[in-house]
């Protein structure tokens, strides 16, 4: 019987096993150091703020392996050899394999920082850094004052997390303006608003020079960069991005650069070994998306795929449109198609933007001034289908278009006010257009053909 190994049991690695024995009687085994079961690592959050148990955050029931017949191997694996199809443990013990997938996800990121593996720094991506946090940060008498560093979405989760127990959060951010490099100026600039409202200490254009030591190994301070001043505390959060979790593959015959090199099969250049999930790195990048992709359903998708090739029926990794979405405290955010910060805009690229006066609510639509072709849209504080923006993405809608059907993409609750009138109202005036808004129509949003 065919063994497939897959190290790693996050959503990529899980995925690929659950899909293969739906499709296959092979052996599987998950081979995995941080937790036996497979848990919803985005729901970690939760579980600091009191609104879910670790366990609530586990999709499958302990007996759900053992019913499926795939094995759990908890460890660490040092070594990869290829020739002899084996991966060597960190307590010895061997482990052969057929077909392995690597899907070993990420870990954060670390820049030489002087004291950055003092007790009380942490990430937040594992189960360990929730257990850290849960010793170092239980309350605001232990924690006086915590410190993240690094402005993107895992940071503003743990500043949000740090606050929900009232303990006091600076939030060092590189940029002058929150995560400037993806999100337009008028987005930036509104959830810089949000996080003081929050009562949160937001420092832009500020970086970390060294966290200090007390006595006993542990955090004592941080000193900035810029101004040598030093900030008191007792936490510190790396939270300036993720890179491939892939150390101990270097040393091995596997090609990697940052990631595990594969091509769109998610092939790497050993023969039976696959990589997936943040830990794969495209050899040529999918269109306009990124080399390595860490995003939970760009790696549940790799899975899905991978199991395809794996029992026998090869399929190219195809990810479609790009999309995601967050929430920036208070603010939910989703992405549909290509929208650029104005650093990073091509030419041929105009943004027409809509901001509510008073709430929370904003939009950008980016389509090509040429051909008034739709290229994507951001939304925060507005809820829209995906399916619907996938569709009009798919079809090459312009722009015109997506505005005069735009309330069949509203997905917020019965009895939200609307704002669909007043974004044409305004894309009109500024564009000398007469676009009519159509009345939401069932028919057409669940129609395949329309």
Sequence with gaps: MEHIVIIGNGISGVTAAR????????????????????????????????????????????????????????????KINTDK?????????????????IATGSKPNKFGWPGQDLKGVMGMYHKQDLENLEKYAPN?????????????????ELAEMLRSRNIPVTFLVREASFWNGVLPAQESEMINKHIKEHHIDLRLSTNLKEIKSDENGHVKSVILEE?????????????????????????????????????????????????IGDCAEQHEAIGQRRNIEAVWYTGRMMGETLAQTICGNKTEYKPG??????????IEYQTY???????????NEVYFQWQHPKDNKC??????????????????GIRMRHEIFDKWLTEKKSVEYVLEYLADANFDPEFYKLHEAEIVTKFNKEKGKNIQLKKKSWKRIFSKDV
């Design 363 to 380: 939009i950008t639509i980016s389509y090509d001034t040429n051909s008034n072709l739709f290229l994507g849209i951001n939304t925060f």
């Design 321 to 330: 449109h790009w999309f995601n979405s967050a929430k920036f405290l208070d």
């Design 227 to 275: 101004t040598g001043e030093e900030i008191l505390c007792n936490v510190v959060g790396l939270t300036a991005g993720v890179s491939p979790n892939i150390d101990f593959i270097k040393e091995s015959k596997i090609d990697t650069k940052r990631g595990v090199l594969v091509n769109r099969f998610l092939e790497t250049n050993m023969n039976d070994v696959y990589a």
């Design 85 to 101: 199809k084996t991966l060597e443990f960190k307590d010895t013990s061997t482990l052969t394999y057929d077909k392995l997938i």
């Design 337 to 347: 198609g290509w929208v650029f910060s104005e650093r990073n805009k091509k030419d």
């Design 140 to 156: 605001n008498k232990k924690c006086k004052r915590a410190v993240i560093v690094g402005g993107g979405l895992i940071g503003i």
């Design 19 to 78: 899909h293969i024995r739906k499709k296959s009687d092979k052996k599987i085994t998950l081979v995995s150091a941080e937790t036996k079961y497979f848990f919803s690592r985005t729901a970690l959050m939760y579980i600091y703020m009191g609104h879910m148990k670790f366990e609530h955050t586990q999709p499958y029931e302990n007996w759900f392996w053992d019913k499926n017949k795939i094995d759990l191997k908890e460890g660490f694996v040092n």
